[in-house]
């Protein structure tokens, strides 16, 4: 495997279901990103994990619970979602943590789970 | 606020040019990104830009104005493959990355 998988790549859930997203990055990166992507929308940011730890969480409703057991991995689980969280969900990583700058922050993605929530 | 502005979508001719413009407004400003995204595909990485001018890699080019606020992507001989959404995301003073809606590229034969 290279680059960035994410599994699964399609996810549909009831309301009262939990599930988890799982991603892995297979480039040696430090920092990892959970984002949002919504139909004609700006990517959305919500967590970001620097060297296992998170240093970033953009105000997302406790519905939606990261973790990062090592720098491979990063998993997003879900529980009691809402229709409006039906998304394409993207895991990214780049080389250095986050916000240092140039070129070592740019992030290579997964191809995302598409979640449909009903 | 912070905003990037591109335009939500562009037709354009199998073998012809095309320009797609991306305008920001930002509090700083520590580089800009260029990604390409196919339909149900991971974006992609095409280019990065923090000094003023144009940067070339084959068919793809990336031009920035610092002082206007302004890039763009240029593609060349377009190809049918070519058709995708465009992301310009910009990376502020406390290197953020904000990012534009996209731009979703049609190619005609």
């Known amino acids: 495997e290279t680059g960035v998988t994410q599994t699964p790549r399609h996810l549909v859930m009831g309301m009262t279901n939990k599930k988890s997203l799982k991603c892995e990055q297979h480039?040696?990166?430090?920092?990892m990103y959970w984002y949002k992507q919504s139909a004609k929308k700006p990517l959305e940011l919500m967590f970001v994990?620097?060297?296992?730890?998170?240093?970033e969480n953009n105000s997302v409703p406790s519905r939606f619970s990261p973790e990062c057991p090592n720098s491979s991995h990063l998993f997003l689980h879900l529980h009691t979602l809402q229709p409006e969280d039906s998304a394409l969900y993207l895991c990214?990583?780049?080389?250095?943590?986050?916000?240092?700058?140039?070129?070592?922050?740019?992030?290579?993605f997964g191809p995302g789970t598409r979640l449909t929530v009903l | 606020g912070q905003n990037i502005d591109q335009p939500t979508e562009m037709t354009a001719t199998e073998g012809a040019i095309v320009q797609i413009n991306c305008t920001y407004q930002?509090?700083?400003?520590?580089?800009l990104f260029w990604y390409q995204q196919h339909a149900g595909e991971a974006p992609t990485f095409l280019s990065y830009?923090?000094l003023d001018g144009l940067e070339e890699k084959g068919r793809f080019s990336s031009f920035l104005s610092r002082s206007k606020g302004y890039s763009y992507l240029l593609l060349k001989e377009l190809q049918m493959k070519d058709s995708a959404s465009y992301l310009c995301?910009?990376?502020?003073?406390?290197?953020?990355?904000?990012w534009g809606a996209g731009t979703k590229l049609i190619i005609k034969p």
């Open positions: 990214a990583s780049s080389q250095e943590g986050p916000w240092s700058g140039g070129a070592a922050d740019t992030q290579y």
């Open positions: 480039l040696g990166h430090n920092a």
């Open positions: 994990y620097s060297l296992e730890e998170r240093v």
């Open positions: 930002t509090s700083g400003f520590n580089g």
């Open positions: 830009n923090v």
């Open positions: 995301a910009c990376m502020d003073s406390n290197y953020q990355l904000i």
